[in-house]
């Protein structure tokens, strides 16, 4: 998902919008998720580059998108650029500790 979600429609409620705007996040990271995984991957895992335009992106951790797109809400921002991209993820063994 490559997209700018603008937060400011005329019309339409700020509060909604923003709620309408994690929904739509939340459910094309569901969707991903259901994708068989191929072998030998553990998860899916995500790359996530979040700005306030595609070209000022910059890579983010996905744990924190939410907290990225509300401090954008609450700075009254028009809207952001949002790329999320789903890769093979691998849990890496921890060391035995012995």
Not at 18 to 46: C, M, N, S
Not at 62 to 84: H, K, M
Request: proline letters at 2%; hydrophobic letters at 40%.
């Amino acid at each position: 998902m490559k997209k700018t979600f603008k937060l400011n429609i005329e019309g339409k409620n700020k509060d909604r919008v923003l709620d309408a705007t994690k929904h739509e996040i939340r459910k094309y990271v569901k969707r991903q998720r259901r994708v068989p995984l191929p072998a030998g991957v553990d998860f899916w895992d995500f790359d996530c580059a979040f700005g306030t335009s595609a070209d000022t992106a910059s890579s983010v951790h996905f744990a924190n998108l939410t907290a990225l797109i509300d401090a954008v809400a609450q700075a009254g921002g028009d809207s952001f650029y949002l790329e999320l991209l789903a890769k093979e993820g691998r849990r890496n063994s921890k060391a035995s500790s012995a």
